[in-house]
């Protein structure tokens, strides 16, 4: 005769359900952000947009992205952060201070900013906005608890001046 063998759920109930929860998210996610989605506005940081991340909607756990621009003769704000970044310049040039180092940027060019490390963006010119494309890894340091920001200066707005992006 077999004996029937009575199993409890513990914590892998829980895996499926999360397995489950991102498979939705593959299917339903946003998968294109169009350029005219892009809600810029001024923030800490300076004059920004959101376009890539799981706040808004995006199939994704782990990343974000957004656009920048920052204003003739402008600069971002001081800061550092728990996440890690790819910084890419898509118009005009500019340079970035990471700690006391200096390092100039221009269309095309690509730069890491490092975890934990005081950084800042300024605009090279003094006629012509700077664009730049950072992706980093914030939602990820949320997700594992280990996320910051913190702030030395403030960005400048951008200035409407010089019209939108």
């Known amino acids: 005769m077999q004996q029937s063998v009575q199993v409890q759920r513990h914590w892998d109930a829980g895996l499926e359900k999360e397995i489950e ?12 952000s169009k350029r005219t989605s892009l809600e810029f506005g001024n ?34 704000g ?25 390092y100039d940027w221009e269309e095309g060019d ?14 090279a010119s003094d006629t012509e906005p700077a664009h730049y494309y950072a992706v980093t890894n914030w939602p990820l340091t949320v997700a594992v608890g280990l996320s910051y920001n913190d702030f030395a200066e403030h960005g400048e707005g951008f200035e409407k001046e010089y019209g939108e992006p």
């Open 21 to 32: 929860q991102q498979s939705q998210l593959n299917e339903q996610g946003k998968i294109l």
């Open 43 to 76: 923030t800490k940081m300076g004059y920004n947009a959101l376009a890539v991340s799981p706040r808004t909607g995006f199939a994704l756990r782990t990343l974000h992205a957004h656009v920048d621009i920052i204003a003739p003769g402008g600069k971002t």
């Open 78 to 102: 001081l800061h550092r952060h728990s996440s890690e970044a790819v910084v890419m310049c898509l118009k005009g040039s500019g340079y970035t201070t990471i700690g006391e180092d200096r």
């Open 110 to 123: 690509i730069f890491v900013v490092p975890s934990g490390a005081w950084h800042q963006y300024f605009n």
